[in-house]
């Protein structure tokens, strides 16, 4: 709801507080991992979940920011797709020529672990067989992150 007090859409619940996007090219998979971090914040320690971010083909990151919160220990093949094919119709609707970045998070992950390697190569496969470029993938856990791969 706008009121004078809070121009622009405000909303209760996690998205309300989320960080601004950076207001240059994020062109090095260290800096999408800074982003991701900020992004995910607090839910670090929370439930399993997918982060996803759209950078356009000049390293500008679209204002779309999809937490998939809850996901399951194992990716499904079909359902990981659906949500490609939804990035890839974003992209080339908004942002042709972009690309995706993806964090996995959970609390005690933030490295490769079999969680990790499991949902990126659910995430590599999906998006290869669609043809949407990935900028990086990284782990974010409540304690450490790391770039899984560009």
């Not at 800096?31 to 992004?39: A, G, H, P, T």
């Amino acid at each position: 709801m706008n009121t004078p007090e809070t121009p622009g859409w405000a909303a209760p619940g996690p998205d309300d507080d989320l960080p601004a996007l950076p207001a240059h090219p994020v062109r090095d998979v260290d800096e999408i991992l800074d982003v991701m971090i900020s992004l995910v914040g607090p839910e670090r320690a929370g439930p399993p979940a997918l982060w996803i971010v759209l950078i356009d083909a000049g390293g500008m990151m679209l204002p779309v920011v999809l937490p998939l919160v809850g996901i399951p220990l194992q990716p499904d093949p079909a359902h990981v797709r659906q949500v490609v094919v939804a990035m890839a119709d974003i992209l080339a609707h908004d942002a042709p020529g972009g690309s995706i970045a993806v964090a996995i998070v959970r609390a005690a992950g933030g490295d490769r672990g079999a969680f990790e390697r499991s949902w990126e190569h659910a995430l590599r496969t999906a998006t290869a067989d669609q043809g949407v470029a990935v900028s990086a993938v990284v782990a974010v856990g409540e304690h450490r992150a790391r770039v899984l791969a560009p």
